[in-house]
């Protein structure tokens, strides 16, 4: 079940707010400029479908952003849990950074956990299948897949080259906690 929390990007271990319902999290995320929107597949689709055979299932959704944000790449990423770089991929988007563009995913299948600093809070979202986050270009974020990654998403791009991650330098991605499979809440 997807799900909000958010922290004082003081204080770690009590989020101010916690919910799965879905409108709520959309409403909170949109006072801080995130999209979050729920996309149905248009024919069943799994993990292991041929990236075509994905696009096509949510091809009305695909093209409605493109349209309207003037996305010029779309592709599917899939990562399972035997994945042999899991770990150099989960490590990868650990650390605080952002990029030049929108990051946009949509979850087709598994989960994942964004987190987003945005001064005075920490927004942590878990995004599971179904979900699209939209985090605007400059937003102080992390991404953590989990020690065994297991997710299909279709990504949105403006730039081939706007997805390049630029680094904080800063430790706040440490203070909060890691995505585990099965965690509470």
């Not at 959309?26 to 801080?32: M, P, Q, S, V």
Request: proline fraction near 6%.
């Amino acid at each position: 079940m997807s799900r909000l929390r958010i922290f004082a990007e003081d204080q770690t271990d009590t989020p101010r707010l916690t919910t799965s319902d879905q409108a709520q999290i959309a409403r909170e995320l949109a006072k801080i400029g995130v999209g979050f929107e729920q996309w149905q597949a248009a024919q069943p689709v799994q993990p292991g479908d041929a990236p075509e055979t994905i696009m096509a299932a949510y091809r009305a959704d695909i093209d409605r952003l493109i349209a309207e944000r003037g996305f010029k790449t779309v592709d599917v990423v899939s990562i399972a849990p035997d994945n042999p770089q899991r770990e150099t991929m989960r490590g990868k988007f650990l650390d605080e950074h952002y990029h030049k563009e929108d990051e946009v995913r949509f979850f087709v299948a598994g989960s994942g956990l964004f987190t987003l600093h945005v001064e005075p809070n920490v927004y942590e979202i878990k995004c599971e299948q179904g979900d699209l986050i939209s985090v605007p270009d400059s937003t102080l974020h992390w991404f953590d897949m989990g020690p065994e990654p297991s997710f299909v998403a279709i990504r949105f791009f403006t730039e081939p080259d706007g997805w390049v991650g630029h680094f904080t330098g800063t430790d706040i991605a440490r203070q909060f906690p890691r995505y585990e499979k099965g965690q509470a809440g």
